[in-house]
Antibody, heavy 122, light 110 residues
Framework: QVHLQESGPGLVKASETLSLMCSVS?????????WGWIRQPPGKGLEWIGT???????YYNVSLVSRVSISLDTSMTQFSLRLSSVTAADTGVYFC???????????????WGQGAPVTVSS | QSALTQPRSVSGSPGQSVTISCTGT?????????VSWYQHHPGKAPKLMIY???VRASGVPDRFSGSKSGNTASLTISGLQAEDEAYYSC??????????FGGGTTLTVL
């Protein structure tokens, strides 16, 4: 069974960088799939942050592209998210996920992490 | 890209049927048959219920069904049960390796 688990600080100061890690078990990242980050601000719907292919190609939400970076760990059991210059608007629950895909499209998420709440403080 | 539109809340009594809509545009929901539905219970990982518009994920009861017409996808839950009470979200492929999500719908079983 594929299992994903987010980890990282739950409190980040405004203007600093939010860093989260997603640990994957039950499946090796090097075996394939796209992997991604999604967030949910309080009281709002989900927002796609970005995706990384198992070979390292990344795709980011255009509204976040100047501040976001997703990378694979060399162990191929983890991938990470970095979001710089955070503000209160970046407060929310951050989810990591495995994304199903066809040859040139993404088909949706089949496994999610439980979510990591992050608060940006002033 | 704007989020997909879902009703904020729906409700139904046990045994009844409810439908949750997910409305996008001709660039996302209307363009691809890659709509998925997820069930969230507080404190738990969201669970995939439906993928590729109408395919039930493994282990999902056949009370759950998905469909699409034009730019609107729908999730129908028949024979409502208490454990169906949850938050439901939809997603659609939106081109250029991006995913678009709905605003989420809270289902209350009366």
């Amino acid at each position: 069974q594929v299992h994903l688990q987010e980890s990282g600080p739950g409190l980040v100061k405004a203007s600093e960088t939010l860093s989260l890690m997603c640990s994957v078990s039950g499946f090796s990242i090097s075996s394939g799939y796209y992997w991604g980050w999604i967030r949910q601000p309080p009281g709002k719907g989900l927002e796609w942050i970005g995706t990384i292919y198992y070979r390292g190609t990344t795709y980011y939400n255009v509204s976040l592209v100047s501040r976001v970076s997703i990378s694979l760990d060399t162990s191929m059991t983890q991938f990470s998210l970095r979001l710089s210059s955070v503000t209160a608007a970046d407060t929310g629950v951050y989810f990591c996920a495995r994304i199903r895909h066809a040859v040139t499209t993404l088909r949706g998420i089949d496994y999610w992490g439980q979510g990591a709440p992050v608060t940006v403080s002033s | 890209q704007s989020a997909l539109t879902q009703p904020r809340s729906v409700s139904g009594s046990p045994g009844q049927s409810v439908t949750i809509s997910c409305t996008g545009t001709s660039s996302d929901v209307g363009a691809y048959n890659y709509v998925s539905w997820y069930q969230h219970h507080p404190g738990k990982a969201p669970k995939l219920m439906i993928y590729d518009v109408s395919v039930r994920a493994s282990g999902v009861p056949d009370r759950f069904s998905g469909s699409k017409s034009g730019n609107t996808a729908s999730l129908t839950i028949s024979g409502l049960q208490a454990e169906d009470e949850a938050y439901y979200s939809c997603s659609s492929y939106a081109g250029s390796y991006t995913l678009l999500f709905g605003g989420g719908t809270t289902l209350t079983v009366l």
